[in-house]
């Protein structure tokens, strides 16, 4: 059974990806496959926008004397790809905090200014050992949903509590129900001091309590600079993934000596929330494709119709559903070749794509469609019209 939903079986029927031989970890997204990523981050912006998130890039090569500031070096330096050049040492990015850091730090900001929210659909790359890729779910090269929130003190409740929020909307929209929740506290390297560790970790543990979110501790799981709270999601199958963290950052600021200005025109640091909701969405596409046998959310799929004409007699009136549904923003794909509409049928239910259009004798003379739904094998007459609308109801809501 597992052998059967393994996300690069099913990806020989749905056309993807493919990763070569000679560059082990790497993704090469086929037509298909950037659909959904693109769809995928089109969803995210839209519900990062609502919650009033800046998107921004951060360079790709960082010196290494940031990572070494930053305690990335010390802690990661095997993970971490670099490069010399005009004898600097630079770094490829295996994650964007420090990025994100810079950016906050081009200009002087202002009590006013904060919270700033600065998200990222972030290329990060980790020098992963060649045994443990696998797919999508372990890559050298992936693109995290990455956010870092700049705040005060007296801010930190209400941001957090609208990151949990958030994330258990999205999680909710892309239909994972039972959702786990873990407080990683200090591990054994960490940096900053007992004491701000002790603070941090209790903001999030009321935090936690005030939303009355049941949960289980995480012991010496933090990361390094701070303690996180994890969300482990549940698939179809009863496996475990963990997913989206939320990290409460009081160390950071003080390595790189960030700072706003308070009312009294004085400088205080900020204290940044590092946050994720699905981390790499590589390997959440293959979590989502193994979660559900290959089938994604309709709005996700890389096409959500397919046209099929019975014979060569229907091709005009298949065109011109074909180019109904195109106007209509529906993506759709066309096969007119002269076979039997069987095994087109056939060739189309293996892709999994969620409808297939059949134009023959009775739909032209009807002006209508057959609408063949291959999830469950349902055949359905109906107007074009009233199929698009079904269509354009499916859409998520948020």
Known sequence: ?????????????????????????????????????????????????????????????????????SGHWKNYKKSIFS??????????????????IEIYNQKIRSYKNLPIRFSEFGICHRNEKSGSLHGLMRTKSFIQDDAHIFCRKSQIKNEISKCIDMIYKIYEILNFKKIEI??????????????????????????????????????KEGAFYGPKIEFILNDNLNRKWQCGTIQLDFNLPKKFNIFYINKKNQRKKPIIIHRAVLG???????????????????????????????????????????KILKKNNIRTIKDFEN????????????????????????????????????????????????????????????
Request: net charge positive; glycine share 4%; charged share 25%.
């Open 339 to 398: 076979k039997d509409i069987n095994i087109k049928i056939k060739k189309y239910t293996l892709q999994k794509i969620p409808y297939i259009i059949i134009c023959g004798y009775e739909e032209e003379k009807s002006n209508k469609i057959s609408v063949r739904t291959t999830l469950n094998n349902k055949t359905k007459t109906t107007y074009i019209e009233n199929f698009i609308k079904e269509i354009k109801l499916k859409k998520p809501k948020f």
């Open 280 to 322: 790499s969405l590589e390997r959440f596409i293959g979590i989502l494709l193994e979660s559900n046998n290959g089938w994604l959310p309709l709005w996700l799929t890389p096409f959500q119709t397919i046209v099929l004409n019975i014979s060569e007699k229907y091709i005009k009136y298949s065109k011109i559903i074909f």
């Open 182 to 219: 873990f407080l990683s506290t200090k591990p054994k390297n960490y940096i900053g001091k007992t004491k701000i560790w002790e603070k941090s970790e209790n903001f999030l543990l009321n935090i936690l309590k005030d939303k009355n979110i049941k949960f289980k501790i995480n012991k």
């Open 83 to 100: 490069t010399l050049t005009n004898n600097e040492k630079l770094c490829i990015k295996p994650m964007n905090c420090p990025g994100h």
């Open 1 to 69: 059974m597992l052998k059967k939903i393994d996300h690069r079986i099913l990806n020989k029927q749905l056309n993807l990806y493919y990763i070569k031989k000679k560059s082990p970890g790497i993704i090469f997204w086929l037509p298909n496959g950037f659909i959904v990523i693109s769809n995928l981050k089109k969803f995210l912006r839209k519900i990062f926008n609502k919650y009033n998130y800046l998107e921004v890039q951060s360079a790709f090569l960082i010196n290494k004397k940031i990572w070494e500031k």
